[in-house]
């Protein structure tokens, strides 16, 4: 059974800061992983989607690689701003037609001016 | 462009009372659709998926039900709720599984 686990669960940083957030599966026959944002009491963004056979997406200041072989992708995000802070979540689909995400618990990131 | 709709925004039901959330897309067709609960300190949790017209599938027992009686509709319902559904219900899309997923608003789901 395929499990998504993220570290670490909530990090605070200062405005400008480079930083990386980490995404971890146990079962590497997946189709493809994308990245998402939450912002408290709403719906998720996509932000980004990687194809299994991706190394690497990038949207502006983020870029999400993907070693599949090993089970990890890192969301990194450049110089960051007040307006990253929010609740980012990792899924990976394992393919078939149903299309079906299997989640993360999410990194709670907070960007201090 | 597509956009997917959730309503009610917010619910505040009592225990034993029936439920009944709506979500909508626009602009694709035949799309799979989706239901998940996000409850307080864990994970999304997939409930339901559809790959077309009246065909539901449920990945967890529970109190709920699903429906769709057309393309770009989707429906989760209950008869008697418990004090256990209260969550956050958010339905997504993917124009062609599997791809890029897409989700909606949601909706805030109190029971008392």
């Known amino acids: 059974k395929q499990e998504v686990t993220q570290i670490p669960a909530a990090l605070s940083v200062p405005e400008g800061e480079n930083l990386v957030l980490n995404c971890s599966f146990t079962?590497?026959?997946?189709?493809?992983l994308q990245w998402f944002r939450q912002d408290p009491g709403k719906g998720l963004t996509s932000l980004l989607l990687?194809?299994?056979?991706?190394r690497e997406q990038t949207s502006g200041r983020l870029n999400a690689s993907l070693d599949k072989s090993s089970g990890r992708s890192t969301l990194y995000i450049a110089a960051s701003q007040p307006g990253d802070s929010a609740t980012y979540l990792c899924a990976v689909s394992d393919g078939g037609s149903q299309g079906n995400l299997i989640f993360g618990k999410g990194t709670k990131l907070s960007v201090k001016p | 462009s597509q956009t997917i709709h959730q309503w009610p925004a917010t619910l505040v039901q009592p225990v034993g009372s029936p439920l009944s959330l709506e979500c909508t897309v626009e602009?694709?067709?035949?799309?799979?659709l989706y239901w998940y609960r996000q409850a307080a300190g864990r994970g999304l949790q997939l409930l339901f998926y559809?790959?077309?017209?009246?065909?539901i599938s449920s990945e967890v027992p529970q109190n709920l039900s699903a429906s769709r009686p057309q393309d770009r509709q989707f429906i989760l319902s209950s008869k008697k709720l418990l004090l256990s559904d209260s969550g956050f219900y958010l339905c997504a899309w993917i124009a062609q599984g599997p791809g890029e997923q897409f989700f909606g608003p949601g909706t805030r789901l109190t029971v008392l």
């Open positions: 079962d590497s026959a997946i189709y493809n």
């Open positions: 559809s790959v077309g017209i009246g065909q």
């Open positions: 602009g694709t067709s035949n799309p799979n």
């Open positions: 990687i194809q299994s056979s991706q």
